[in-house]
């Protein structure tokens, strides 16, 4: 099957040729010197055929498509292929359209993005110092991220709870990461907080109050905040992960929206980007625009003075020299980009349906394709941050006896996570279990310290020298207590 896409006409649709067995082609807009198609087929190759979930990718000049083309299949069971108009989750992408959602209200005079959090979400603990929208916005709030608190409880992308649980859960917390403002850890928390802020001010859904302010004014017909997991979305594209055969189903039940849950396309965001110029033909939806952009685009500020790379749901960056505005996004079988150069007037659109996909590397491609001639030239980076994490994870543990280790052995609960962790000795190796699942082996990496992947449990002794309970630290959560229990 062929998908045509008329790049003149922004409004047509593709035009499904059955029966032909040819590569895509896009036509060059107006003004285009170089057909770079093919430069970009290569790029995406690899998922170019009918056996792999891939992407779907929008390249916008001066606020038309110059390229939009999808490679891979939107479902492999039915053998629908991607296309610009296919919608996908596009996971923390999302983050700055409820960015722009507490902008408006704030235009609306509704709220300020300085108000106490507490003044909306009372239920939430007083810490001593205000925890601001700002800061929540910035990612400076320390309010611990609940999809790693969830996955320290035992829970799976695959589990349901419910935003009344996330809040629960929120509120049960006994410390921040730091004081607000004092430093910059991202955290989902953040923005999903800012939905039940949005539902608290307006009577309404962060889905509704978005479809009745941005994304319907906008004509994004086919974007919507998906906190309905039984929702039909027309055109959706399955989410895939590797596995031993092929691929699996990757995929969530989960209806928590404000810092992930937007399901969009190629095509509407076009939209979006001809609104950051304000070159929208739909009315627009916000009446001062240039104010709203101000204030999207505004750095975080830490206590310190030290401005953010940061601002709200957008990073500012630089590539090759060159300024980026950008998001990404990676949620279950989803990977999403968003990549603007606003001096060239230049977006990348990447949106991908396979879990091990990079769709901001390729974005950076794409835009290297095209904006070779202004960029500078590559840098060699060296040792990548991954490669320095692997390597000390792959340190040698300390040496240590069975009755060393023997000592750590036992039940442990958290009040914050209402779980009970069980430290196992077997082997002569530690192990630990959460619920019925044995997330491994434990290494002992200093004194009264030890590791599992990414989480570091810190143990701290009784007046008699016994192990009494540990604190964790997980990335974006710290300090989690745990006791350990006498079992009788």
Same mark, same amino acid.
Not at 226 to 239: F, L, N
Not at 360 to 380: G, H, N, W
């Given at each position: 099957?062929?998908?045509?896409?008329?790049?003149?006409?922004?409004?047509?649709?593709?035009?499904?040729?059955?029966?032909?067995?040819?590569?895509?082609?896009?036509?060059?807009?107006?003004?285009?010197?170089?057909?770079?198609?093919?430069?970009?087929?290569?790029?995406?190759?690899?998922?170019?055929?009918?056996?792999?979930?891939?992407?779907?990718?929008?390249?916008?000049?001066?606020?038309?498509?110059?390229?939009?083309?999808?490679?891979?299949?939107?479902?492999?069971?039915?053998?629908?292929?991607?296309?610009?108009?296919?919608?996908?989750?596009?996971?923390?992408?999302?983050?700055?359209?409820?960015?722009?959602?507490?902008?408006?209200?704030?235009?609306?005079?509704?709220?300020?993005?300085?108000?106490?959090?507490?003044?909306?979400?009372?239920?939430?603990?007083?810490?001593?110092?205000?925890?601001?929208?700002?800061?929540?916005?910035?990612?400076?709030?320390?309010?611990?991220?609940?999809?790693?608190?969830?996955?320290?409880?035992?829970?799976?992308?695959?589990?349901?709870?419910?935003?009344?649980?996330?809040? =629960? +859960? $929120?509120? /049960?917390?006994?410390?921040?990461?730091?004081?607000?403002? !004092?430093?910059? &850890?991202?955290?989902?928390? @953040?923005?999903?907080?800012?939905?039940?802020?949005?539902?608290?001010?307006?009577?309404?859904?962060?889905?509704?109050?978005?479809?009745?302010?941005?994304?319907?004014?906008?004509?994004?017909?086919?974007?919507?905040?998906?906190?309905?997991?039984?929702?039909?979305?027309?055109?959706?594209?399955?989410?895939?992960?590797?596995?031993?055969?092929?691929?699996?189903?990757?995929?969530?039940?989960?209806?928590?929206?404000?810092?992930?849950?937007?399901?969009?396309?190629?095509?509407?965001?076009?939209?979006?980007?001809?609104?950051?110029?304000?070159?929208?033909?739909?009315?627009?939806?916000?009446?001062?625009?240039?104010?709203?952009?101000? =204030? +999207? $685009?505004? /750095?975080?500020?830490?206590?310190?003075?030290?401005?953010? !790379?940061?601002? &709200?749901?957008?990073?500012? @960056?630089?590539?090759?020299?060159?300024?980026?505005?950008?998001?990404?996004?990676?949620?279950?079988?989803?990977?999403?980009?968003?990549?603007?150069?606003?001096?060239?007037?230049?977006?990348?659109?990447?949106?991908?349906?396979?879990?091990?996909?990079?769709?901001?590397?390729?974005?950076?491609?794409?835009?290297?394709?095209?904006?070779?001639?202004?960029?500078?030239?590559?840098?060699?980076?060296?040792?990548?941050?991954?490669?320095?994490?692997?390597?000390?994870?792959?340190?040698?543990?300390?040496?240590?006896?069975?009755?060393?280790?023997?000592?750590?052995?036992?039940?442990?609960?958290?009040?914050?996570?209402?779980?009970?962790?069980?430290?196992?000795?077997?082997?002569?190796?530690?192990?630990?279990?959460?619920?019925?699942?044995?997330?491994?082996?434990?290494?002992?990496?200093?004194?009264?310290?030890?590791?599992?992947?990414?989480?570091?449990?810190?143990?701290?002794?009784?007046?008699?020298?016994?192990?009494?309970?540990?604190?964790?630290?997980?990335?974006?959560?710290?300090?989690?207590?745990?006791?350990?229990?006498?079992?009788?």
């Amino acid at each position: 099957m062929l998908c045509l896409r008329i790049l003149d006409s922004p409004s047509s649709r593709p035009i499904a040729l059955a029966g032909l067995l040819v590569m895509p082609f896009s036509v060059p807009a107006v003004g285009q010197s170089v057909y770079n198609g093919p430069r970009v087929d290569s790029i995406f190759a690899a998922y170019d055929n009918v056996g792999s979930p891939g992407c779907a990718v929008g390249v916008i000049r001066h606020g038309d498509f110059v390229l939009e083309r999808g490679y891979g299949m939107a479902n492999l069971e039915y053998d629908i292929v991607l296309t610009p108009s296919s919608v996908f989750r596009i996971g923390s992408t999302s983050k700055q359209f409820t960015a722009a959602a507490m902008v408006l209200l704030q235009q609306e005079g509704r709220i300020s993005l300085d108000d106490d959090i507490r003044k909306y979400l009372p239920e939430l603990p007083d810490h001593g110092v205000p925890v601001t929208i700002r800061h929540l916005l910035h990612h400076t709030s320390g309010v611990r991220d609940y999809l790693t608190l969830g996955y320290l409880a035992g829970l799976r992308d695959d589990d349901f709870f419910t935003d009344e649980d996330v809040v =629960t +859960m $929120l509120a /049960r917390q006994r410390e921040l990461n730091f004081s607000p403002g !004092d430093d910059h &850890l991202y955290s989902n928390s @953040g923005y999903f907080l800012l939905s039940q802020i949005v539902k608290r001010v307006t009577g309404e859904s962060l889905k509704q109050y978005a479809q009745e302010n941005l994304f319907g004014p906008l004509g994004m017909s086919n974007t919507h905040f998906h906190d309905d997991h039984s929702h039909i979305v027309p055109q959706r594209a399955t989410g895939y992960a590797p596995a031993d055969s092929g691929f699996r189903i990757s995929m969530t039940a989960l209806e928590m929206v404000g810092d992930g849950g937007v399901f969009t396309s190629v095509e509407d965001l076009l939209q979006w980007d001809r609104f950051f110029y304000g070159a929208t033909a739909a009315d627009p939806p916000i009446d001062q625009p240039g104010a709203f952009w101000a =204030t +999207m $685009l505004s /750095r975080g500020v830490l206590n310190t003075g030290d401005t953010l !790379d940061y601002a &709200l749901g957008l990073a500012h @960056g630089e590539y090759r020299g060159l300024k980026v505005i950008s998001h990404g996004g990676a949620f279950v079988g989803f990977r999403a980009e968003l990549m603007r150069f606003p001096d060239q007037r230049f977006t990348v659109i990447c949106l991908c349906n396979l879990s091990r996909t990079n769709p901001t590397a390729s974005a950076r491609q794409v835009a290297d394709v095209y904006l070779e001639d202004v960029m500078e030239p590559r840098a060699d980076s060296g040792t990548s941050i991954d490669d320095r994490r692997a390597e000390a994870d792959e340190s040698e543990p300390l040496p240590s006896s069975v009755e060393q280790l023997a000592e750590y052995a036992g039940l442990y609960y958290s009040e914050e996570l209402e779980v009970t962790y069980e430290i196992k000795l077997a082997n002569g190796d530690l192990g630990l279990e959460v619920g019925n699942d044995l997330d491994g082996r434990l290494r002992l990496s200093a004194s009264d310290e030890m590791r599992r992947g990414g989480v570091t449990l810190r143990f701290h002794r009784d007046s008699n020298g016994r192990v009494a309970g540990f604190l964790l630290d997980a990335g974006r959560v710290r300090n989690l207590i745990f006791a350990k229990r006498e079992v009788k």
